[in-house]
């Protein structure tokens, strides 16, 4: 196999993990796909894992409907076609989302009477840190969708993909059509495959800047609030659970750290692809 089949395959894997799917069970479906129908013990041997694994993840498969498998000794299993499988997923999860604004009303009201009424609100900076992929990529839409004003996201190419497959773009197109801005500050250096004037479309920015980043951060400021991670990790699943990001709304951070988006603004130079803003509001 080609180095960039290995890769493609690698990315595979690692976005069918998006899709409530371990390592083992996207490498065994990914496997089934390749073989077509085959037994346990054929799966088992071609991939390397002993038959209890194997079975553990043809169970999940099937119960994700991935796969399926006959009632006869052996069983034979099948693939189910990639398309209809993770619709399925999709379908699932919308379901839940439905179920989740159902409820919403009643739960708040119901949480609401635990709270205290002599609580005296608080002006002290709060500090807090967000773990967990899916987590962060929900505060900095929230941060977005709470702001007014201009927000700065310095980031990495890669985040910034990742970013155009969560909500986060169209959190951006409504805050634009307030009346805001939302700059991106990114690497000038990246891989040539990638669509870059795609990638800035999807995000509906109002400006994309690049040049060398000091570091492999992540920053969103906004004129009162400010999120920072450490170096970010190029894994490109969406569910990865070692990203973490600091959270404050420290006068003095926000501030310090908006000098800092405003000093690469002027040493950064706007990323030479023609994006007109009509195309913003058509979307």
Request: charged share 25%; net charge neutral.
């Amino acid at each position: 196999m080609s180095g960039n089949n290995l890769s493609d395959r690698e990315e595979i894997i690692s976005a069918l993990q998006d899709f409530e799917l371990e390592k083992a069970d996207a490498v065994l479906y990914l496997t089934l796909l390749q073989t077509g129908s085959a037994t346990i013990n054929t799966i088992s041997a071609k991939i390397g894992i002993d038959k209890g694994k194997a079975y553990r993840s043809i169970h999940k498969l099937q119960n994700l409907g991935f796969a399926t498998a006959t009632f006869s000794t052996p069983a034979v299993c099948h693939a189910v076609e990639p398309e209809k499988a993770l619709a399925s997923i999709i379908e699932k999860k919308e379901e839940q989302i439905l179920g989740m604004q159902k409820t919403l009303k009643d739960l708040t009201k119901k949480i609401s009477q635990f709270k205290n009424p002599h609580e005296v609100v608080s002006h002290i900076p709060t500090f807090y840190i967000i773990q967990g992929r899916p987590n962060v990529y929900t505060r900095i839409g929230k941060l977005i969708e709470e702001s007014t004003g201009t927000v700065y996201i310095v980031t990495t190419i890669d985040d910034l993909i990742r970013m155009s497959y969560t909500a986060i773009p169209e959190k951006i197109k409504l805050f634009r059509k307030s009346g805001n801005s939302v700059i991106l500050i990114t690497e000038v250096e990246y891989d040539e495959k990638i669509d870059i004037a795609e990638i800035v479309t999807t995000l509906k920015a109002t400006e994309i800047r690049v040049l060398k980043l000091p570091s492999k951060s992540r920053m969103i400021v906004t004129p009162n609030r400010l999120m920072m991670s450490g170096s970010v990790n190029e894994s490109k699943s969406l569910n990865y659970e070692m990203d973490s990001a600091f959270y404050t709304n420290s006068h003095e951070m926000v501030t310090n750290i908006s000098t800092f988006c405003k000093h690469l603004m002027t040493t950064s130079k706007p990323l030479e692809i023609e994006v007109i803003d009509s195309k913003y509001d058509k979307r």
